[in-house]
């Protein structure tokens, strides 16, 4: 499975982001040692994109996997290993961008990462813990903190920057101040969340568009089945000899968007990894595209308050379907 060639993106910066990833996010998340070992073996069974976050606690985790895999000749230096890690909320001030990349870098032990994005576009008070935001949301400040952005940039402390769960509106909004356009949006996407409308919006700005919750998130406490159990998977992955799951990434794949996906199972990081060599049919894809009902899996009302910047779902989303 080290020989696994995953194929890349080449980003607006010219970087290149493998088209498949781990993520690195899990309720509970395992201890320290225990979930080092897990990035080690994903890097053993050949994966070389990692996404992490400020929020997820796994960054120096990641960080220590990178290193033992250096000791052990698994990989010759980070330029093997694509790194991505966000901006929390409670960072997304103008004057805590920096920091809190630096802080990040830290606890990777890097000296920089490969894509630095915002985790949401919501700002909220600094020092906050936890997701009670009630009465703890302030207006965001989208061009201030894309200056930020920027500046982590020109610092080479990120090698790209983007932005995550981002719709048009803001997508627009930040484009028209950027002097650094985002390279990435990553955001909800799969079978059953398709984004056919910002996916467009995207392609024709030269954005690239990666997908979290690939599998619906089954087992998260927001998450469903609506992907793991859906019967025109089941159908399709039953005729192809391949795994509901392999399915799925794969229509992600062809979509020309990046997976990231995660499984701390090591027999499932290699099934997550054999996606490359086969392909769905026309027949297959029509199937996915008109058979599947669409229903966003993470609402985000956590942000909504009548008395808060988004005081409706269609305001913290576009309006985007």
Not at 4 to 15: C, F, R
Not at 159 to 173: A, D
Not at 190 to 202: F, I
Not at 218 to 243: H, M, Y
Request: charge should be neutral.
């Amino acid at each position: 499975m080290r020989n696994v060639v995953v194929p890349k993106a080449v980003l607006s910066t010219g970087e290149r982001m493998p088209l498949i990833g781990m993520g690195g996010a899990a309720i509970p998340l395992p201890p320290l040692n225990a979930l080092t070992s897990i990035f080690l073996e994903a890097i053993e069974v050949g994966q070389h994109h990692f996404d992490t976050a400020a929020c997820y606690g796994s960054e120096e985790a990641l960080g220590l996997a990178m290193a033992k895999a250096q000791e052990r000749g698994l990989v010759k230096s980070h330029g093997n290993i694509f790194i991505t890690t966000r901006l929390w909320c409670t960072d997304s001030h103008p004057d805590l961008v920096l920091p809190a990349l630096k802080k990040s870098l830290r606890k990777l032990g890097l000296e920089y990462v490969d894509l630095y994005l915002i985790h949401w576009p919501v700002r909220v008070k600094e020092g906050t813990e936890g997701f009670d935001f009630k009465g703890k949301l302030l207006p965001f400040d989208i061009n201030g903190t894309w200056e930020a952005m920027e500046e982590c940039s020109k610092l080479g402390l990120a090698k790209s920057i983007g932005v995550s769960n981002f719709g048009t509106k803001k997508l627009s909004q930040l484009l028209s101040h950027a002097t650094i356009p985002p390279a990435v949006n990553q955001v909800e996407m799969n079978v059953g969340w398709q984004q056919e409308k910002l996916r467009a919006y995207c392609r024709d700005k030269g954005i690239h568009v990666s997908a979290w919750s690939p599998l619906s998130a089954k087992g998260a406490p927001w998450g469903s089945s609506v992907v793991v159990e859906n019967p025109v998977l089941k159908e399709i992955a039953i005729a192809r000899g391949k795994t509901v799951a392999q399915i799925a990434l794969r229509w992600i794949y062809e979509q020309g968007a990046s997976v990231i996906v995660k499984s701390f199972n090591k027999d499932r990081m290699k099934e997550n990894l054999q996606i490359l060599d086969w392909g769905l049919s026309q027949e297959d894809l029509d199937k996915i595209k008109l058979q599947i009902p669409q229903r966003r899996g993470l609402p985000g009302d956590f942000f909504v308050f009548e008395d808060g910047p988004y005081k409706s779902l269609d305001e913290l989303w576009d309006s985007d379907p």
